[in-house]
């Protein structure tokens, strides 16, 4: 899969008509885009999804141009979380989930999805990108080299003082100093949490015996809920580090990852050059998009601590008017606009053309 390189980390547009819960400091700014010229047009009534919190900023700015041709719908979203979002839709409580991992293979066949119709498969669509920062306040220290190994030392709480010889073995002419290292987590059940946990355990598996989880496993440190709440534990603390979704990341220090002999930085191109690395994972229906990220590539700039976020919702709704908002509301989120203002507000990677045709054929069969 091939992406195009991605715009700058902008401000996103206030949008009054989009209901979210734990607003991000980053949602303000500038107004809503053109609207896509192959968006559906002339829907009405109220759209209701959960979940990531990861994706609230790339939502408000699909909603914004979705209402552009379709100003009778109401979009809700609540981004409580990956987790709470594919339990409210399995509920039926939610017509979508934003999702940063795919339902596994067993979720799916133990059911039940309350809102699809009997024996419907899933659509799931890649349709956010991102880096996950690894973000940390440490006073006279802007930036830090890393490998896995000590990463997961860290976060396991084997690493507990910034002065580690593995932390300065790194980082030559730093100067670390003897302060506590807090690791912050989220505390709620998270996609950002799994993508991260993942990472750790496909790159340093000897360090991190935890697995790739979505609660956090490991006691101490400090809790926080949200991408939101991390971000703003971590800036209000002294020696904190946690990680969080790159488009909140701009006012941090951050760390890079050793991928190979180098040394990345988080970037959305670093996670574009890692998502051509990536695999579709194989057994699922031909809705069904789910990607298997490859957390030991070595290409070059590649940055393989990055979640891929999905919009997930029925082949076949019970209800029909569920069924085209859902349509409508995706096809304007993987849209060739719909990305760009995405990657605009949101600092993501727009998905390749390639991508969007498989996801097109994907939306065209909900029902």
């Keep these: 899969m091939k992406i195009s390189r991605i715009a700058q980390l902008g401000a996103v547009a206030a949008i009054a008509a989009l209901t979210l819960a734990g607003c991000a400091s980053n949602e303000s700014g500038a107004g809503a885009p053109p609207a896509s010229s192959d968006a559906p047009a002339g829907l009405s009534g109220t759209l209701t999804g959960s979940g990531a919190t990861s994706q609230q900023v790339a939502v408000q700015s699909w909603t914004a141009e979705f209402q552009t041709t379709n100003p009778d719908v109401t979009v809700n979203y609540d981004p409580a979380g990956s987790g709470t979002g594919r339990e409210s839709f399995g509920s039926g409580a939610v017509a979508f989930a934003g999702s940063d991992r795919a339902f596994k293979a067993e979720e799916i066949?133990?059911?039940?999805?309350?809102?699809?119709?009997?024996?419907s498969d899933l659509v799931e669509i890649p349709a956010y990108v991102s880096p996950i920062a690894i973000v940390f306040t440490l006073d006279g220290v802007d930036s830090l080299n890393l490998d896995a190994a000590t990463l997961a030392g860290i976060f396991a709480g084997t690493i507990t003082t910034w002065n580690d010889p593995a932390i300065a073995a790194t980082n030559s002419g730093v100067?670390?100093?003897?302060?506590?290292?807090?690791?912050?987590?989220?505390?709620?059940?998270s996609g950002t949490t799994a993508n991260f946990t993942d990472y750790l355990s496909k790159t340093a598996e000897s360090a991190w015996t935890y697995g790739?989880?979505?609660?956090?496993?490991?006691?101490?440190?400090?809790?926080?809920?949200?991408?939101?709440?991390v971000a703003n534990a971590v800036k209000g603390g002294q020696g904190t580090i946690g990680y969080i979704d790159s488009s909140q990341a701009a006012d941090?220090?951050?760390?890079?990852?050793?991928?190979?002999?180098?040394?990345?930085?988080?970037?959305?191109?670093?996670?574009?050059?890692?998502?051509?690395?990536?695999?579709?994972?194989?057994?699922?229906?031909?809705?069904?998009?789910?990607?298997?990220?490859?957390?030991?590539?070595?290409e070059a700039g590649a940055y393989p601590v990055m979640l891929v976020s999905y919009l997930i919702g029925c082949a076949e709704y019970k209800d029909a008017a569920a069924a085209e908002l859902v349509k409508g509301f995706f096809t304007t989120a993987i849209s060739e606009s719909g990305q760009e203002s995405?990657?605009?507000?949101?600092?993501?990677?727009?998905?390749?053309?390639?991508?969007?045709?498989?996801?097109?054929?994907?939306?065209?069969?909900i029902k």
């Design 252 to 298: 941090f220090s951050s760390v890079s990852v050793k991928v190979g002999d180098e040394f990345v930085a988080h970037s959305p191109e670093g996670a574009a050059i890692a998502l051509d690395a990536s695999p579709f994972d194989e057994g699922r229906a031909d809705t069904d998009l789910a990607i298997k990220i490859d957390r030991t590539t070595t």
């Design 175 to 189: 100067t670390l100093p003897s302060t506590a290292i807090t690791p912050v987590h989220r505390s709620d059940k």
């Design 342 to 365: 995405a990657a605009s507000n949101a600092g993501s990677a727009p998905i390749s053309d390639s991508l969007r045709e498989k996801a097109t054929t994907a939306i065209d069969a």
């Design 212 to 229: 790739s989880v979505e609660e956090w496993p490991v006691q101490g440190g400090e809790a926080a809920q949200g991408t939101s709440g």
């Design 109 to 119: 066949s133990a059911g039940p999805f309350d809102a699809c119709a009997a024996g």
